[in-house]
């Protein structure tokens, strides 16, 4: 018994690395990388230009930049048209005076 427990630990070690990975795209190659960072440039970030307080802010305005000049789609879905506030449904004022009003 103890050895089967042992299999089945080594087991799922093992197998473990071959379901974890992130990616299942090929790798991107140097040319790839080089024409997106020249891509990236003309939409007005520039690399290592030391203004690291707006680092992130910077490069996903021009990403958006590029992807807009590119007519590519945002992959992460839709503009959501609602309102709501922190997971509360919205209350409509007659709802809501109907709901806290004393007679």
Same mark, same amino acid.
């Given at each position: +018994?103890?050895? +089967?427990?042992?299999?089945?630990?080594?087991?799922?070690? %093992?197998?473990?690395?071959?379901?974890?990975?992130?990616?299942?795209?090929? =790798?991107?190659?140097?040319? #790839?990388?080089?024409?997106? %960072?020249? #891509?990236?440039?003309?939409? !007005?970030?520039?690399?290592?230009?030391? *203004?690291?307080?707006?680092? =992130?802010?910077? %490069? #996903?305005?021009?990403?958006?930049?590029?992807?807009?000049?590119?007519?590519?789609?945002? !992959?992460?879905? !839709?503009?959501?048209?609602?309102? @709501?506030?922190? @997971?509360? =449904?919205?209350?409509? #004022?007659? *709802?809501?005076?109907? +709901?806290?009003?004393? =007679?």
């Amino acid at each position: +018994m103890k050895s +089967m427990i042992q299999a089945v630990v080594v087991a799922v070690a %093992l197998a473990a690395p071959v379901v974890s990975f992130a990616q299942s795209n090929s =790798p991107v190659t140097r040319a #790839q990388v080089r024409a997106e %960072l020249l #891509q990236l440039e003309q939409a !007005g970030y520039h690399v290592g230009d030391g *203004d690291n307080a707006h680092y =992130p802010e910077a %490069l #996903q305005a021009a990403e958006a930049r590029v992807a807009a000049r590119n007519g590519a789609t945002s !992959g992460f879905g !839709g503009v959501a048209n609602g309102s @709501s506030e922190t @997971s509360r =449904p919205a209350v409509s #004022q007659a *709802d809501w005076k109907a +709901m806290y009003s004393r =007679p």
